[in-house]
Structures are given as structure tokens and as C-alpha cells.
């Protein structure tokens, strides 16, 4: 089942992004890349369409089942589908997307960075669209986290887990493919973690949709934009409450925190290129 809703994923990504790719050169959304190159920005929004229409199949085609008084099944067995799963995550991804898409469209350089944004909207008075979109994501992961949590201490880590998943994968896609490769990677780690959890199935699509786009944005065809960006982070760190222990999500929490601060600190595009290791890795399946 996982391979069928990852392949629906993977068909309504495709059949929308060649419509969607000429929509955003003709509305003039282009954008220079960190080459200086023109190339179509908001990519990502083919995540939120792509993975909304299949995970919206995936519900409605369970309650057709229902309707007629019988459970969705696969060779006599009963598949499970979490209703409340797929309608969280759906509009965790389709919020994130928005909040990004207005990033896209409207965000400016006056400020870089969560201590940035914050200190402009604290001192200056003026809400840039990183701190609003700082502030309702971290709305939004209070408000998922809510359904996951049976304490205040483990609905406040899987809140955090969320807003700097997102903010993570924001700061990784600073050159063609990179958050991509790592998201990727994750998502591989947190399905053999969860293999069998029912949840997946609603995650399965979004995978499905960023791999049928990895080759625009690894070939600096296009840019996926804060709209794409946004729902890889959301949706990684909702694997990763679905999946991993509370112990593991600590562990994971405490890497997010390092991270933050490394960013904040140094760049992590030099630190990338001053290690061998890791440069190869950046540079794999890149144009030159």
C-alpha cells in the first residue's frame, strides 16, 4: 500500500508540473539562483497540490468503503487508514505551503535568520514575513503536537521538533538539491522506523512528489521556494513524531538545537565546501 499512495503522489506531481513549471514562467515568478541564473521559483507548490489530491483520494476512496458497509482491503485484509492522520497532516502542509508561498512572494532580505527576524519585530516594529511565518508554524506544531502528546513536557519537544524541522530544511536549501538529498535520506530512515505504522500512508505521497521533482531543482532547473522547503520540513518532522520513540525524538530535538546554533554562528554553505566528505555529497548529480 505504501508503494501505491507514493506512486499517486508521484502521478498527480506529474501530470501537474509541467502545467504548474509554465504557469510560474508565464506570471514573470523568476527568480536569479545562487549562480545568478533565471530560473522558475515556488516549485513546491507541486508538493502541496500533489500530495493533497492523492491523500484526498486515499479518504475519500475509505469512506466509499464505508458507505457500502465494508472496510478498504487488499487481498482479504483490512488496510488500515488513519482519518485523522491524513486530515492533520493536510492541513499542517497545506498551511506550512501558504505560509512559505507568502516568503516567496512577499519576503525581503532586511532580515535573515530567527534572531533577525525577531529583532526587527521587537525593536523595529515591523513583521517581516520570516517572523510570521516563525510565528504560525510555531502555532501550527503547537497544534498538531496536541494530538500526539500525553504530557505537557512531550507535546512541547514534539512542537519544537516541528517548527525547527521546518526552519532546518529552510536553511539546508541554499544551493540545487541539497535539502532535497537530505530530506530524502530521512524520510528512508523514518520508513524503515515506522514500517507497518498506518500514518504512512499519507506520507508515502509527498516522497513520491519531491522525487518526481529532485532532478529540476538537483539540475538548477528550478527552485522550490520556502513553499517547498516548508512542506519537506513539516512533513519530516510529523515522520518523526509518527515514528520514533520519545527517547529518539529527545535525541533528534537536541541535534535540531545544534544545528540552529552552528547556523547562526557560521555559514554552512563554507563548512560544506571546506569538508571533502561532505562537498562530494553537495555536489552529486549537480550541473556544474
Known amino acids: 500500500m505504501l508503494w501505491l499512495t507514493f506512486s499517486m503522489g508521484a502521478v498527480f506531481t506529474l501530470v ?3 502545467f504548474i513549471l509554465h504557469m510560474l514562467q508565464d ?3 523568476i527568480r536569479s539562483n545562487y549562480c545568478g541564473e ?6 513546491g507548490i507541486v508538493f502541496v497540490l500533489g500530495s493533497t489530491a492523492a491523500n484526498g483520494l486515499i479518504l475519500l476512496l ?3 468503503f464505508l458507505w457500502y458497509g465494508r472496510y478498504p482491503s487488499w487481498h482479504g485484509r483490512v488496510i488500515p487508514i488513519d482519518s485523522k492522520a491524513g486530515l492533520l497532516l493536510m492541513i499542517a502542509v497545506i498551511t506550512m505551503g501558504l505560509l512559505g508561498l507568502i516568503d516567496d512572494l512577499l519576503g525581503t532580505r532586511a532580515a535573515s535568520g530567527l534572531k533577525g527576524h525577531f529583532v526587527m519585530l521587537l525593536r523595529e516594529r515591523k513583521l ?3 517572523a510570521l511565518k516563525a510565528l504560525m508554524g510555531g502555532f501550527i506544531a503547537l497544534f498538531f503536537s496536541s494530538f500526539y502528546s500525553d504530557c505537557i513536557m512531550i507535546w512541547v519537544m514534539n512542537a519544537l521538533i516541528l517548527a525547527l524541522s521546518t526552519n532546518a530544511l529552510n536553511l539546508l536549501d541554499l544551493r540545487p538539491g541539497r535539502a532535497m538529498k537530505f530530506y530524502i535520506l530521512s524520510m ?3 520508513f524503515l522506523v515506522g514500517l507497518g505504522r498506518a500514518e504512512l500512508l499519507f506520507l508515502a505521497p509527498i516522497v513520491g512528489s519531491v522525487l518526481v521533482c529532485f532532478p529540476f531543482d538537483l539540475r538548477a532547473r528550478a527552485m522550490m521556494g520556502d513553499v517547498g522547503s516548508n512542506v519537506l520540513g513539516i512533513s519530516m518532522g510529523i515522520g518523526i513524531i509518527w515514528t520514533f520513540s520519545p527517547w529518539l ?3 533528534f530535538l537536541i541535534l535540531l538545537i545544534v544545528f540552529h546554533i552552528f547556523t547562526e554562528l557560521y555559514s554552512l554553505s563554507e563548512m560544506i565546501a571546506n569538508n571533502k566528505f561532505l562537498n562530494k555529497i553537495d555536489q552529486i548529480g549537480r550541473r556544474k
Do not use: H, V
Open 188 to 190: 528512508a530512515m523514518i
Open 38 to 43: 533565471q530560473i522558475p521559483l515556488c516549485m
Open 62 to 64: 475509505k469512506e466509499m
Open 128 to 130: 517581516t514575513t520570516g
Open 249 to 251: 525524538r529527545f535525541i
Open 16 to 18: 501537474l508540473l509541467f
Open 27 to 29: 506570471s514573470g515568478l
